[in-house]
């Protein structure tokens, strides 16, 4: 085992974790940031210089993306209700599945940790995506489901090509983008934080411009 890589897919899944629980939404974009820069690096050989600034610049922009939409220090998101020591267990059960069944059935071209990192990603994506209730929470599962795609690729096909790492960068980018959009959206829709609709009859109704007049 490569001790470097090992030191890397540790920091993703670490990423992937404080994504998932965090409830301070800066916080939590910035364990997404770590989980999709580290994630580029999970491979064996490393991509080429194209691809592996493509992934990075796709990462970054997407995570600068949404930081601009929890810019203020109070903006929550949905957090994990277990907690992190929850998620960091769901993450190292999958981690072990990917890894111990890592090449089973068929050759694998790729390192085993990069197998073990994604699907370790797509478990913790699993409930935000289905039981998220905010904007946020559900992009920032999304996101991780993409990143834990692409792992479970390169662990299996082997390193991803410069086309490849393009493709992926423009779609987290753009990912990043819609989440951040509908995020702040949905901050200014009258409710606090990402929640996605607000219950029939809660809603903030605008006073209208124009002052009415009392007839003569």
């Known amino acids: 085992m490569n001790p470097a890589l090992a030191g890397v897919a540790l920091a993703v899944v670490l990423g992937g ?11 939590a974009v910035l364990g997404l940031i770590l989980a999709m820069v580290g994630g580029a690096f999970v491979a064996e050989p490393l991509p080429d210089s194209v691809g592996l600034a493509a992934r ?29 020591p929850a998620e960091l267990l769901v993450a190292g059960a999958a981690a072990v599945v990917g890894y111990g069944s890592h090449g ?14 994604g699907l370790a990603l797509a478990a913790l994506a699993v409930a935000p995506v289905v039981n998220g209730r905010d904007i946020m929470r559900i992009g920032l599962g999304l996101s991780l489901l993409a990143t834990g795609a692409i792992l479970v690729r390169a662990g299996l096909g082997g390193t991803p090509d ?55």
């Open 17 to 27: 974790v404080i994504a998932v629980s965090a409830r301070n939404a800066r916080t």
């Open 56 to 84: 990075l610049v796709g990462a970054v922009l997407a995570g600068y993306l949404l930081w601009i939409a929890g810019r203020d220090t109070d903006a929550r998101t949905g957090g994990s209700r277990p907690g992190w």
């Open 104 to 117: 089973l059935g068929a050759p694998a071209a790729g390192p085993a940790l990069a197998q073990a990192a």
């Open 162 to 216: 410069a086309l490849e790492q393009l493709v992926f960068a423009g779609f987290v980018g753009v990912l990043g983008g819609v989440v951040a959009a509908l995020a702040v959206a949905a901050r200014t829709d009258g409710v606090a934080g990402f929640d996605m609709a607000v219950a029939p009859g809660e809603r903030l109704r605008r006073r209208p411009d124009a002052t009415p007049t009392d007839p003569r």
